[in-house]
């Protein structure tokens, strides 16, 4: 799989997006400097003639387009540059583990959660968002089986988004169920997910698509999950999602199934009385 921030930084040099971002500033503090200048001058009750005047306010506005021109060429290179800020970040961690994440009880969940099964085989739900930043967001969620992880992320990925080219604040959750789960799947779903989050990050995007790997036999499940400080990406809407729906501590399904035991042992003492 391609990892998206070698992608986009493949050609960006960040020294020069740095040399191109410093000379933007540069202009920018030079053109109001010499506006500033001037007032000064003329505070101090020097005589400012016209021609003065002009070549000051034509300086100024040199310098904000030279400024302008510098940060559109900067542009590209500083997005690769925080690309690649983000990227490290989140090499560093590690997919997040689910538990009691079988089908049947996924659906029960969502449809309690208020989930509609929609005709072309996604769980759907709009929910009100309570960001200043994103007044909603809509939330699509399939379940698939199958082999090969990166052709699935893949073929999905383009599926849904031939299809929900018109909508804004999506988040796609793409459960994807194997039977067997190693390595090579973990960290297909990881460089996925870190550009998932990279491209909303740089590019601002009005969607993203979380994977989460599913392990049939086990009943667990991984996922990367957002860091602190993430609270408004629509990636981070998603992954609270993900851990209502699916149980990632171990301890939680260690409780859940000792509460179900105790309910189950009392019910049996009463009925054999």
Request: charged fraction near 25%; glycine fraction near 6%; proline fraction near 1%.
């Amino acid at each position: 799989m391609v990892n998206y921030v070698e992608k986009i930084t493949r050609n960006a040099k960040t020294r020069k997006g740095k040399i191109l971002a410093a000379w933007s500033i540069f202009f920018l503090v030079l053109g109001f400097s010499v506006i500033i200048f001037m007032a000064i001058l003329q505070e101090k009750g020097f005589l400012i003639s016209g021609i003065l005047t002009v070549i000051a306010i034509g300086g100024f506005l040199v310098c904000d387009l030279l400024c302008l021109i510098f940060a559109v060429l900067a542009h590209p290179y500083l997005i690769a540059l925080q690309a690649r800020k983000t990227d490290r970040i989140y090499d560093e961690c590690e997919l997040t583990k689910l538990f009691m994440t079988n089908k049947d009880t996924l659906e029960k969940r969502l449809q309690k959660l208020g989930f509609k099964y929609t005709k072309e085989g996604y769980y759907k739900k709009k929910q009100s968002s309570f960001s200043f930043f994103k007044s909603h967001i809509c939330y699509y969620v399939r379940m698939i089986d199958d082999f090969d992880i990166e052709n699935a992320i893949q073929r999905e990925s383009n599926r849904f988004n031939s299809g929900k080219k018109n909508e804004t604040n999506v988040c796609f959750l793409l459960f994807i169920y194997m039977e067997q789960i190693d390595g090579v799947n973990r960290e297909t779903v990881k460089e996925y997910s870190k550009g998932s989050i990279t491209k909303e990050k740089t590019w601002n995007v009005k969607n993203t698509i979380i994977p989460i790997l599913m392990d049939k036999n086990l009943d667990v499940g991984y996922f990367l999950d957002i860091k602190r400080g993430n609270n408004n990406t629509i990636y981070s809407y998603g992954c609270k999602l993900v851990k209502r729906v699916c149980v990632k501590s171990f301890s939680l399904k260690y409780n859940l199934e000792n509460k179900a035991v105790k309910i189950w042992n009392k019910f049996i003492f009463e009925n054999s009385k």
